[in-house]
């Protein structure tokens, strides 16, 4: 088949570029470019990238070609990333950046150039089942599996997409980089937002939205301190709180358990522990289910509230206009704007935006 691959510049897309075409497929690489706002910036890794990217298509033999998608990128995904934060919630930007960027636009764009297929570097399997859908299925190695990210996908995209990773271990995908000589084998995964790169975190939003000082106050209505504004702290968030005066005799450390928009104050609590860090009940808007329909209700499924966990057990309802997960076990701090992710076995189902 014609298969286009999203050709990052990273070690996973060249493996999987190089993967399809000892395949025997006819495989182009596309690599995108999303972000233009600070290009020369130190934390915008864009031309290094691309300099990876098309050192890998020469080595594996392959075309490439650079595509511009940062007004679809500023349009679908930034747009809607800056209005969640300005509304004090935490949204997650690469769910939204594979269904409206990598499974949308450059879809799109590749299906124009004739491929039959799309893929990716991402650790997640597609197969079609007896009834003709599309299920998306956990990658093998639990450490990198991508599912989560992806749970927004619809069967016309899934249809299209190939995932040559989906059981490979990520050691596995380095070792074949290196004995096929990749030149970036050893390159760092990326760890920061979706095609905006590693960057001073607080000081990037600052730049998009204003300051808005207010209180730091514990559950019973004690200011413990200042914060800079709703918008730069996240549920469950540690570090850069900078709370001095009163404090309970513990010495824990404080966390931030809740946002009281009304008043503009920031809730925080001491200890890791501390109950109000905990919900067994994670309320859902904006659902997204795979197959089209919801699940059925009940028990039976293993659900996330953020990517880097475990799946836990949990029951789906649908009260009404609310559909809920109820986890068996309090989960610890799940965070408005990110999203509760479902699963039957390795089976990812879909989720929704956490209330």
């Not at 510049?9 to 600070?38: C, P, R, Y």
């Not at 039976?300 to 649908?318: E, I, L």
Request: proline fraction near 5%.
């Amino acid at each position: 088949m014609k298969v286009v691959v999203g050709l990052s510049g990273g070690v996973d897309s060249a493996v999987t570029a190089h993967l399809l075409k000892q395949q025997g497929h006819d495989v182009l690489g596309i690599f995108m470019k999303n972000w233009e706002d600070d290009d020369n910036n130190e934390y915008c890794s864009t031309r290094e990238d691309l300099v990876d990217a098309v050192s890998v298509a020469d080595h594996i033999g392959i075309d490439i070609e650079v595509v511009n998608f940062a007004n679809e990128y500023k349009d679908r995904v930034f747009s809607y990333f800056l209005s969640e934060y300005e509304a004090g919630r935490t949204p997650n930007p690469d769910v939204l950046c594979n269904t409206e960027i990598k499974f949308a636009a450059f879809l799109d764009h590749a299906v124009k150039l004739g491929a039959e297929k799309i893929a990716t570097g991402h650790y997640a399997g597609v197969r079609q089942t007896a009834d003709g859908k599309f299920e998306l299925l956990k990658g093998d190695d639990d450490s990198k599996d991508q599912s989560y990210f992806l749970h927004r996908l619809n069967q016309a995209q899934l249809s299209k997409a190939m995932f040559p990773l989906a059981n490979l271990p990520k050691k596995e995908v380095r070792v074949i980089a290196e004995s096929m000589g990749i030149p970036n084998f050893a390159k760092k995964d990326s760890t920061g937002i979706c095609f905006i790169g590693e960057r001073p975190f607080r000081e990037f939003l600052e730049r998009y939205l204003p300051k808005k000082p207010g209180k730091m106050v514990t559950p019973e209505g004690d200011t413990v301190g200042q914060h800079q504004g709703l918008a730069y702290y996240t549920l469950g968030q540690r570090g850069g709180l900078h709370i001095g005066g009163a404090r309970d005799s513990s010495g824990e450390p404080w966390y931030v358990a809740g946002k009281n928009i009304a008043k503009n104050q920031l809730i925080v609590v001491q200890g890791r522990e501390h109950p109000a860090l905990r919900r067994s009940e994670v309320p859902l808007v904006n659902t997204h289910w795979i197959a089209g329909d919801a699940p059925a209700l009940g028990n039976g499924y293993g659900g996330k509230t953020r990517y880097r966990q475990p799946d836990a057990a949990c029951a789906y309802a649908n009260e009404g206009e609310r559909e809920t997960l109820h986890f068996h076990e309090g989960q610890w701090a799940p965070t408005p704007g990110q999203y509760a992710v479902l699963y039957q076995g390795n089976v990812c189902l879909g989720g929704g935006v956490i209330a």
